[in-house]
């Protein structure tokens, strides 16, 4: 005849206490406030909850009961993987985790594909909050966090009336490269820039196209370089401007052939990030053009490979950006009106911006 097998139930609560002899709430303080027990009674509580198999309360049922997650939400219209190979975005999102372990809170990671309006996974995000990391302003996974009953915090973009943000000044701070080049004699320039709009775009960008990107850093940035152009007696309706919807080194180095195929006399490049530069860095030496002899390149963002590469660039402090941004979002009941948090950026003068070449100069061009 077959044995019958006991199986043993998991303890509960209940069983718990009963076994030591406490109340319920004794248990459950163990976890969760444990400061109202000696160190002596929660050592005896946990070890033998350990010793019965009880797991702890449920994380489930107390969120429920104290509507309360323990979680930011970090929303990325990028898909997961962005978060660990940008390296803005790693800067950023260890500032954040570093504000978050000070508040004693987890992160939540809430990804959404560029290319889809799927907000499901906004509406499902058991989360205290979000911190919203750099989106148009027509996104709609955005305007579904704002419809949420939590806190939010923006960084970079866009700019709400209604919510804490944290920036730079990105007019300032191109204006910084722009009169860079201007005071080295550059006048014949073309600009490499991230994308404008959720609409894929990857080519040459008009006017209407730059005045009414919906990615305000980029049109801000766009727009500052062509004021101070044009103070510069350089008709910004006659400098290429070429976007990439993807955020990648090649996609840089795609964009920079795109333009040097066009307009091959060009003697500076401006990239809107490091990243785009890097790709524009690689596709002047495939050419064989010496940088910055023939072509001058520049960068924004300040991230540690565009400083090997000895990059000209804005540098800005991303990881500062984070924690700014979970600090605000931790302490969002301490105010009542919207708060910015405006940080500091530093022009970074490298080896890749000088004069622009002769044009008695022998050059070598594909």
């Known amino acids: 005849m077959a044995r019958s097998m006991h ?11 009963a076994e030591l002899g406490v109340s319920r709430t004794t248990v459950s303080n163990a976890y969760n406030r444990p400061d109202q027990l000696s160190p002596e009674l929660r050592r005896r509580v946990l070890e033998t909850a350990r010793r019965l198999g009880y797991p702890g309360p449920d994380p489930v049922a107390r969120s429920l009961r104290t509507r309360k997650a323990g979680a930011v939400g970090l929303l990325l219209t990028e898909n997961l993987s962005y978060a660990f190979r940008d390296p803005a975005a790693v800067g950023f999102l260890e500032g954040l985790a570093l504000a978050c372990e000070d508040a004693g809170q987890g992160l939540l990671l809430v990804p959404a594909n560029p290319e889809r309006e799927d907000v499901a996974a906004v509406h499902r995000a058991g989360v205290d909050g979000f911190v919203v990391y750099s989106v148009p302003d027509d996104d709609p996974h955005l305007a579904a966090v704002l419809e949420r009953p939590v806190p939010t915090v923006v960084c970079d973009q866009p700019e709400l009336d209604t919510v804490d943000r944290v920036g730079i000044d990105d007019r300032a701070a191109i204006t910084q490269i722009a009169d860079h080049l201007i005071e080295l004699g550059h006048r014949r320039v073309g600009v490499l820039c991230m994308r ?17 990107a919906h990615f305000h850093v980029q049109r801000a940035r766009l727009e500052a370089l062509a004021t101070a152009f044009t103070a510069a007696n350089v008709d910004w309706t006659t400098v290429p401007v070429v976007e990439r919807f993807d955020h990648s080194i090649a996609s840089g180095a795609s964009a920079a052939a795109q333009l040097l195929d066009r307009d091959p006399q060009v003697t500076a490049l401006i990239c809107t990030s490091d990243i785009l530069a890097l790709g524009a860095l690689a596709e002047a030496r495939r050419r064989g053009l010496r940088v910055p002899q023939d072509l001058t390149i520049t960068g924004f963002d300040g991230i540690t490979e565009s400083e090997r590469a000895g990059l000209t660039t804005v540098r800005q402090p991303v990881l500062e950006k984070g924690r700014a941004a979970g600090k605000l979002l931790v302490n969002a009941a301490d105010h009542n009106r919207p708060r910015t948090v405006t940080l500091a950026t530093e022009l970074v003068i ?3 911006s000088a004069p622009p070449r002769i044009t008695e100069e022998r050059w070598f061009g594909p």
């Open 7 to 17: 199986v043993r139930r998991p303890a509960t609560l209940a069983s718990l206490a």
């Open 196 to 212: 404008l709009a959720r609409d894929r775009n990857d080519g040459f960008v008009n006017a209407d196209r730059q005045h009414t």
């Open 350 to 352: 490298g080896t890749t």
